[in-house]
């Protein structure tokens, strides 16, 4: 029944509500990416994998290649990239970094994939790069908001983003839509613009000027803007302490690790609950949600993809458009985040993946249409 998911979509257009996407200019792709993940996120879960196709588990370079592929033949729904590279580097390596990007997410596009994008980027003020480090970063957020000592810095380095997202174009000659997440986790210290080296006035200024100097200045139309924190929260209240309000944002969602086996450790009732939250925050506000970062490192535990991912999503009636785990290191012997072949999750993972109810890139027909 799964291969006919976009049969059902006519159907699914005409249930849904009011959908509070933040630009209006945005491009008829990125405005129909945006309301088939709120109808498909009504009955199923899309399943994503950071970096995947731009390497895994002991290789890198096949542009045709993902470990997710190598075990059930489709790639993720959703493929993770990075603006990490686009900033804090010599120029010639800024471009050599933009050129396999824009392959990825063109490539993507064109199969019919959907690409969402982390921002691991350096501290603009300091050394340090995104990891805050004592005695050398500096809590840059209140420097690169308007007024700050290193606000036009900050806008050289939007400038580079935006002639990338102007540069993504598809063999039919459209922008591929890419769901951007600036300023992840920021309810954690361990980045630069986390919530222990900036006030919320400050985090909240920068995420809106970021916004609108990316949509309304330069021009940015193929975004959808994600929200997500760590999982330091147990109510809406604090969910929604740094939120910058329904007009800035496109999708809620949240990073955790910590509930779902991290260290041996298991809370899927509060990991759960606070699924719970992000979705019906979004459906209460019309907008997307997302369980934008989970995984078990190395996934030791053989059944975890049913066991405990899935079982976890399905006990509830949540509304989520995906969930993405994170990235498979080259070189590392344990720092993977989804199955190889002969890895001991692999069958469980198989099961997981014919699931009605996940979605892979096979999956998708027309999602930008």
Request: hydrophobic share 35%; charged share 25%; aromatic share 14%.
């Amino acid at each position: 029944m799964k291969r006919l998911v976009m049969s059902l979509l006519s159907v699914l257009f005409c249930t849904v509500g009011t959908i509070a996407q933040i630009d209006p200019k945005a491009t008829p792709e990125t405005a129909a990416l945006y309301r088939n993940l709120k109808n498909l996120s009504e009955q199923y879960i899309l399943f994503g994998h950071q970096h995947a196709t731009e390497y895994g588990h002991g290789w890198s370079g096949d542009h045709e290649r993902s470990d997710v592929k190598t075990v059930t033949g489709s790639h993720p729904a959703v493929i993770g990239i990075d603006f990490m590279g686009l900033s804090g580097q010599p120029e010639a390596e800024i471009a050599k970094t933009v050129a396999l990007l824009r392959k990825n997410v063109v490539d993507t596009y064109n199969r019919g994939g959907i690409t969402t994008v982390a921002w691991h980027f350096s501290n603009p003020a300091s050394e340090g790069g995104f990891y805050w480090k004592d005695g050398v970063s500096k809590p840059a957020m209140a420097l690169i908001k308007p007024g700050g000592s290193h606000h036009e810095q900050y806008k050289l380095i939007l400038k580079t983003i935006a002639d990338f997202a102007h540069s993504v174009k598809g063999k039919d000659g459209t922008l591929a839509p890419m769901i951007f997440r600036p300023f992840h986790e920021f309810d954690g210290d361990w980045f630069w613009w986390g919530k222990g080296h900036t006030s919320r006035e400050d985090f909240i200024a920068v995420w809106r000027f970021t916004v609108s100097y990316l949509r309304d200045q330069l021009g940015v139309h193929n975004f959808i803007y994600a929200f997500s924190p760590d999982n330091k929260f147990s109510s809406e209240y604090e969910f929604l302490e740094r939120y910058p309000g329904n007009e800035w944002v496109d999708m809620v969602g949240m990073d955790n690790y910590g509930d779902f086996g991290r260290d041996g450790k298991y809370n899927l009732e509060a990991g759960l609950k606070k699924l719970e939250i992000v979705s019906e925050y979004a459906q209460k506000a019309g907008k997307l949600a997302a369980f934008t970062e989970t995984g078990l490192e190395s996934i030791p535990n053989p059944t975890w993809w049913t066991e405990t991912l899935l079982k976890t999503l399905k006990a509830r009636k949540l509304q989520l458009a995906y969930v993405l785990v994170w990235r498979n290191d080259t070189k590392s012997p344990t720092h993977y985040y989804a199955p190889f072949r002969g890895q001991v999750s692999e069958a469980d993972f198989v099961k997981f993946y014919h699931d009605p109810y996940t979605l892979f890139e096979k999956d998708l027909k027309e999602v930008y249409k």
